[in-house]
């Protein structure tokens, strides 16, 4: 039977008691008590059980599965005198190595069978003759096995009268749920955790900024912000990037949502591909709707442009309108970005007015002067925010031979807050289009176009429809560190005038010069440190070039980056060699996790903490690595989402078999979405509820393969990981060299030596999980990393420290360009 419920396996019992005891054989033993006792009774089916298999000892009478997973080993003994559990011993549990083991004939028995589970892998075993049964933990982790525990039942009537402890302990159900952990090992959970940043009193102490920020911070604002400002048009005109990750629409696309090739040709997208004479089919379709609203009568028309979060729409946006446009003195457009709007549906319509609006009072104050005396003759001196007169506005400007353009920017920002907020912008903006007789360009991210089209909304628009893929990381932002460079070869007037600014740099140019120099020569993808550097800040941003810039700007300014040592060791190094100095890896890890914090948090970070434990659902570090893995294995899996999603009902349902709580799946999922590291087919960060698939990201594939192995990482998270060893923490916490206020050289050795331990106790973590968890070894949810992050780890301090050891030997023969920045700031390490 396959599904026994209590009351019925007690009647089949019953049924077996009634048999006559004989002094049978083994083989008659097995087949008129054992096997009925587990399929009648404890529900179990063939399927679940092998006999005699072999291994290097024997043969096992019988091996147990549950879901695939071999969950105990039973050796049978014949009825009879083939071992006895002694008269005087009524006691339910026994420690194996005591009582229990005075008789000879048991000792041996739960030997022999704690040999077969060895050698197999099973983690419990079963003694019985088939009237007695013993059940014990073959092996624990950290202590000899025989100091466990085992669970006496001595007869068939004993289990009667006791029968819901023996239900519980062995049913197919209860093994399945975990009873043998509960009944048998008797673990105690949750273990006690400790946060080492949680016994600091200093713990969220902040840091201040680097001495040269104060001058870097203008050039930051200027030349690594979103360029659609007015005051940067010199920047957006020097720095913006045509060279985009050209490729074609469908595989764009698909990168999100992998469709099939047809997908694109089947609803008209066109990749944007930028030439330095213009914007290519998206220019030349402008202009076509141009020409139809001058040469016919103007009904409007409306265009599409997607990409991804982050990947350059608005700065294409800015830049077209600005410096591409044949005519741009007879081009009137409006900018409309629905990151500043409210997230109330009803508010959309009032919102665009609204912007339209401001737009004319400030940015065509001067420009549109006859305009103006032609609305004030209609008696419109002032405008209102209503369609009434935002017809007349807008038939004025078409009669005055204008061209008139309505942008409504990251129109699908607040689409998951309510459910038909992007379908009725992108109602309004049809209408817009057909009642103000104008050009109307609607941006949207690629997954809330796909949304679009699977709900049929875009059915009724088969618009022009466009897809503007990201520039490379490095082309971006080695083009705008050039472009800093080339305005610190000016004079302050110069540079005032330019980035509309009081900077006064003075003797700082220099330095200055010098530290983008540093920048510009570190940030080579061709050169083995830089490619590190890209890769890292690439990934961790999601490949979201507004906040790459961001996480970039963070470390021209943090006070974790030490400008005083790179500035020393740069001019050390070009005296040495003629090669300037080369950030490496961990500098830029350091300062983009840490931010403007002295300790690592990571409620305070855009750096994950992939060893975080959640104690309410798992005392395991390695939750989140399992889960990248398991769904990084699966990356080529398809379905009617796209490559690489996993059915989450499936991964919990292999937790559950495995006895890993399914709270601990859902909660580790709901935090590496936030972080980027998985997303769901619903797209949405905050989405776990409703999601049904889940996939891993680029970014979480990263995290998987490098960063979860890379000395600076580890040396951070350890902060903020917590521990189950009270005096590991004590140990880790008097090698906190970040809270000095002064610089000895062991701190670096401190540093590699709390890395070591911390790496150390993780991998006595993961010997412990699976000592006690055999049945991890058979599954792709449970795989053993610390073996390679520990070897991976080892390497990288064994390869910063000989380059430790020969920059020190040289290096205090030059001297410092940095030493007037570093005179007030706190000294660091140079290579941690």
């Known amino acids: 039977m396959s599904e026994n419920k209590a009351d019925t396996a007690f009647y089949n019992l019953e049924g077996l008691i009634k048999k006559t005891p004989e002094d049978l054989t083994e083989s008659d033993t097995r087949a008129k008590y054992i096997d009925p006792l587990f399929t009648d009774v404890l529900g179990y089916v063939e399927e679940d059980i092998r006999r005699e298999t072999h291994v290097h000892e024997g043969y096992i009478d019988y091996v147990f599965s549950v879901d695939g997973i071999r969950r105990f080993v039973l050796e049978a003994k014949r009825i009879g005198e083939s071992f006895r559990v002694p008269e005087s011993l009524m006691s339910r549990y026994y420690r194996i190595d005591g009582s229990i083991s005075s008789d000879k004939r048991i000792k041996e028995a739960i030997e022999q069978a704690q040999q077969y589970c060895i050698d197999s892998g099973v983690r419990y075993g079963v003694i019985t003759n088939g009237n007695q049964y013993i059940v014990f933990e073959a092996f624990k982790s950290g202590k000899t096995w025989r100091t466990g525990h085992c669970v006496v039942f001595r007869s068939l009537a004993d289990i009667k009268e006791n029968f819901s402890l023996f239900w519980n302990t062995l049913s197919k159900d209860s093994v399945k749920s975990g009873s043998l952990r509960r009944y048998v090992s008797q673990e105690a959970l949750p273990m006690e955790f400790v946060v080492p940043r949680q016994e600091l009193h200093a713990a969220n102490t902040r840091i201040a900024r680097n001495d040269l920020s104060p001058f870097v911070q203008p050039f930051v604002d200027h030349a690594f912000s979103t360029m659609t400002d007015e005051s940067q048009l010199n920047v957006l005109e020097r720095c913006y990037v045509r060279e985009k990750q050209y490729e074609d629409a469908s595989i764009q696309i698909g990168h999100h949502f992998d469709r099939p090739p047809d997908f694109a040709k089947k609803y008209g997208v066109e990749t944007v591909i930028e030439t330095p004479a213009g914007a290519g089919r998206f220019e030349e379709i402008y202009q076509k709707c141009e020409e139809f609203l001058r040469t016919r009568a103007p009904t409007g028309s409306l265009i599409l442009l997607m990409g991804g979060i982050g990947a350059g729409k608005t700065t294409f946006i800015h830049h077209f309108f600005k410096f591409v446009i044949k005519d741009k003195s007879r081009t009137v457009w409006f900018y409309v970005d629905f990151l500043k709007a409210t997230p109330e549906p009803s508010d959309i319509e009032r919102y665009v007015y609204q912007s339209i609006v401001n737009q004319f009072e400030e940015r065509y104050r001067g420009t549109l002067a006859e305009l103006r005396e032609e609305l004030a003759r209609v008696g419109l001196t002032a405008i209102r925010p209503e369609e009434k007169d935002m017809k007349i506005l807008f038939s004025l400007l078409t009669l005055s031979n204008y061209t008139t353009s309505i942008v409504l920017d990251n129109v699908d920002q607040y689409s998951y807050v309510s459910p038909r907020y992007q379908e009725e912008t992108l109602l309004i903006a049809r209408n817009l289009t057909e009642a103000l007789r104008t050009i109307t360009i609607v941006t949207l991210r690629e ?386």
């Open 447 to 832: 997954e809330s176009y796909f949304k679009s089209v699977m709900s049929g909304v875009l059915d009724s628009f088969r618009v022009p429809t466009f897809h503007v893929g990201a520039p490379y990381f490095e082309t971006l932002v080695r083009r705008r560190v050039e472009y800093v460079l080339n305005l610190l070869m000016k004079n302050d007037e110069e540079i005032q005038k330019v980035m509309r600014t009081n900077v006064v740099l003075g003797d700082r140019r220099n330095v200055l010069l010098q530290f983008f120099e540093i920048i510009k020569d570190s940030l080579r993808y061709e050169r083995r440190v830089g490619k590190e550097i890209l890769r890292f800040i690439n990934a961790v941003s999601g490949a979201n070039m507004r906040l790459a810039l961001d996480f970039f700007s963070t470390f021209l300014v943090s006070g974790n980056t030490d400008v005083g040592d790179m500035l020393s060791t740069d001019e050390w190094s070009r005296k040495k060699s003629g090669i300037g100095y080369q950030i490496p890896l961990h500098h830029f890890v350091r300062s983009i996790a840490l931010s403007h914090s002295r300790l690592y948090s990571e409620a305070a970070s855009m750096v994950m903490n992939l060893y975080a434990v959640n104690p309410e659902w798992t005392n395991s570090h390695f939750i989140h690595l399992r889960l990248l893995n398991y769904l990084h294995i699966r990356r080529a899996y398809y379905n009617q989402y796209g490559r690489g999603y996993v059915e989450i009902d499936s991964i919990i349902q292999e937790a559950e078999r495995l006895l890993i709580n399914r709270n601990a799946i859902a909660d580790s999922l709901k935090k590496m979405a936030r972080f980027g590291l998985v997303e769901f087919e619903n797209q949405s960060k905050e989405g776990y509820q409703s999601a049904t698939y889940v996939r891993v990201t680029a970014t979480g594939t990263y995290y998987l393969m490098e960063l979860a192995h890379t000395f600076a990482y580890l040396d951070l998270v350890w902060m903020d990981t917590p521990i189950c060893n009270k005096d590991l923490v004590k140990k880790l916490l008097t090698e906190v060299v970040e809270l000095r206020g002064y610089k000895v050289g062991s701190d670096i050795f401190s540093k590699y030596d709390r890395t070591k331990r911390f790496v150390r106790y993780l991998g006595e973590m993961e010997t412990r999980e699976f000592a006690n968890n055999p049945e991890f070894r058979d599954s792709d949810l449970t795989k053993e990393f610390m073996p390679d992050i520990t070897r991976l780890c080892k390497e990288e301090m064994q390869y910063i420290e000989s380059k430790r050891q020969r920059s020190d030997s040289s290096l205090s023969a030059v001297g410092s360009a940095g030493d007037q920045l570093k005179s007030n700031a706190e000294p660091k390490d140079r290579l941690s």
